[in-house]
């Protein structure tokens, strides 16, 4: 009988022993975790129908850090320790709300390379650099026939040598990306239009609703402010006193705000006169920029 209930003793102990040792394989077979943190400087808020998507790319193929909304900064995420510990670069982009693809879209907005534990992360070489961009324009209103009205207009080109030229020097955008011009008025951004090239009319160029029923313009970036005037203003309006922007916008995008890139700006002098060239300045952000650390 001591015999029996040693061995049951036995067998009882081996059952836990093999039981406590399969939990522990259990246990280090789960996935390490360890965090990313994000920090920008300048984003702004996106379009309801999109968000920012960070991404690590491991063995040249890109991995998800996780989707947000929010600008603020610092952010953290948890991220798979192994893929996290052997990333070689950080990529953030601009992606639709509902979307499941797993690769970044065309529209990214920062990227760099990671040095240790830390990548320095800039918008220069993955949107355009916009170290040397300039700009002229003039005041007038081209598609209408009352010449009363010159300063209601703004467009983007340069009538210094007696013809229109192109008046924006500015760089290549990627993929993902077009230039959209604004005048700020009281406040408000009211746009010119999207383009992708300064030497051609903007994209909604014969669809325009604010502009007369003489014609479309010259063909460059621009628009005139005669008619349809959004609530709470009036049209035509006198553009002198006013801001004149030209952002950097995703592509699509459903904001009717401007992105934070704004690499050319210039208040239009009291003293303006219409058809007569005015030089851009540096517009508020020529470079996004921020830093990851894992």
């Not at 390379?113 to 830390?118: E, I, K, L, P, W």
């Not at 746009?191 to 090239?197: E, K, M, V």
């Not at 006013?242 to 705000?257: H, L, R």
């Amino acid at each position: 009988m001591m015999i029996k209930k040693m061995f049951f003793a036995l067998v009882t102990l081996g059952l836990f022993t093999t039981s406590c040792s399969n939990d522990d394989d259990n246990n280090g077979s789960e996935t390490s975790q360890s965090d990313l943190t994000l920090s920008l400087d300048g984003l702004e808020a996106l379009g309801s129908d999109y968000v920012y998507e960070g991404w690590i790319i491991v063995d040249d193929a890109p991995v998800s850090t996780g989707k947000f909304t929010s600008i603020a900064s610092p952010q953290t995420f948890s991220v798979d320790s192994e893929q996290l510990n052997k990333a070689t670069r950080f990529v953030l982009s601009i992606e639709p709300a509902v979307n499941d693809v797993p690769a970044p879209a065309d529209t990214k907005v920062l990227v760099g390379d990671f040095s240790g534990n830390t990548a320095s992360l800039s918008s220069n070489g993955i949107v355009a650099d916009f170290s040397t961009a300039s700009g002229k324009y003039i005041l007038a209103t081209p598609t209408d026939t009352d010449d009363t009205n010159e300063t209601s207009g703004v467009w983007f080109l340069d009538n210094s040598s007696g013809s229109a030229m192109t008046g924006l020097n500015l760089p290549t955008l990627s993929e993902g990306w077009k230039y959209e011009g604004w005048v700020v008025i009281d406040g408000t951004p009211i746009s010119t239009g999207t383009f992708t090239d300064a030497s051609m009319a903007d994209d909604n160029a014969a669809t325009s609703m604010f502009k007369g029923d003489a014609g479309n313009g010259p063909g460059y970036p621009g628009e005139d402010y005669l008619q349809n005037a959004p609530e709470g203003f009036t049209f035509p309006v006198d553009l002198r006193e006013k801001t004149i922007v030209v952002s950097v916008e995703p592509s699509p995008d459903n904001s009717p705000a401007p992105f934070a890139l704004k690499p050319l700006a210039h208040m239009v002098p009291a003293d303006a006169m219409d058809h007569v060239a005015l030089s851009m300045g540096d517009g508020p952000v020529k470079v996004l920029a921020g830093s990851v650390t894992r």
